[in-house]
């Protein structure tokens, strides 16, 4: 299958495995790997790692068909919600929200299809249906579209940063203040391909929290995003010094993570509210926490 993308003005002169990175929203570390097994052209012709590109250039990556791909592992995931337009499920963590490079786990597109749900093919073809994301490690509610019409309206809406999205992480340390917004750009981390970090040359990026509770090690938090960058929530509270507890990816303290039982971060979405793409209606859903991130917050509230 072949993805093609022009090159914009904003990416002139940057390198080519910086560039396709942005553009596929794959890790560098991956298109780096991709560009080295010939899979990358630009303008029709085959590129290093290093090759500049220009405003105007054409970009073409050659990625394995999912048709002909072997079968990914599925999981049956709960659904909170369903109709002819949505389906709203409360994601486990482990499970990614799409297939893409390097990651060979279940996803909640082939989970959903397995589980007979018929998504948009609006969209990348290896993103049917999704329209928001959560980290593998994170766990809550997401929206999955099932007709373009829908696909089109949550789109917007969270594009116009509608969709009010709620959630809540139990954080390392004492917030001061209790409450407050960060407003930091977040682009890749310079030196891991894996990681993100608040960097000035970033994309805005503003997160909102309220302390719930606080106890004797930690701070659970409810946030909201008026932005949703990847990694964000993770990374604007890393850049505060109060990691998410068991987010050994941002600094979080092991010895910590241990004492909870936590094995993820405790992240979880909490809340999720749009306007329904069909009825127009406001709608609104709530997810309880699960039991891993239920037990380390009352583990949290002994120590």
Request: proline share 6%.
């Amino acid at each position: 299958m072949i993805r093609t993308w022009p090159i914009p003005e904003s990416l002139t002169g940057e390198r080519c495995d910086v560039s396709l990175a942005r553009l596929s929203g794959f890790s560098r570390a991956t298109c780096a790997d991709l560009i080295d097994e010939k899979r990358v052209t630009i303008n029709g012709s085959k590129v290093s790692k290093s090759s500049r590109v220009a405003f105007g250039d054409v970009l073409d990556l050659d990625i394995p068909d999912p048709d002909l791909a072997e079968p990914e592992p599925t999981m049956v995931l709960p659904i909170v919600y369903e109709d002819e337009g949505i389906v709203v499920i409360d994601k486990p963590a482990g499970i990614a929200a799409h297939p893409s490079v390097g990651w060979s786990g279940p996803t909640v597109t082939g989970s959903l299809t397995a589980m007979g749900q018929v998504l948009t093919s609006f969209g990348p073809a290896e993103r049917k249906g999704i329209v928001h994301r959560l980290d593998v490690g994170t766990s809550g509610l997401m929206v999955v579209t099932k007709s373009e019409r829908a696909y089109v309206s949550l789109k917007d809406q969270f594009r116009n940063r509608t969709v009010e999205k709620i959630y809540h992480t139990l954080v390392q340390g004492r917030m001061d203040p209790a409450s407050g917004t960060i407003d930091a750009p977040i682009d890749r981390h310079p030196s891991s391909s894996y990681r993100f970090a608040v960097m000035s040359s970033g994309r805005a990026s503003i997160t909102h929290y309220d302390t719930i509770d606080s106890f004797a090690y930690a701070s659970l938090l409810e946030v909201q995003l008026e932005t949703g960058r990847t990694h964000q929530i993770r990374v604007h509270m890393s850049a505060l010094r109060h990691s998410c507890c068991g987010d050994l990816t941002y600094g979080a303290d092991p010895k910590l993570a241990a004492r909870l039982k936590l094995e993820r971060q405790w992240l979880h979405a909490v809340r999720l509210s749009f306007e329904h793409p069909i009825s127009g209606d406001r709608v609104e859903f709530a997810s309880p926490y699960p039991d891993d991130l239920q037990s380390a917050l009352n583990l949290a509230q002994t120590l």
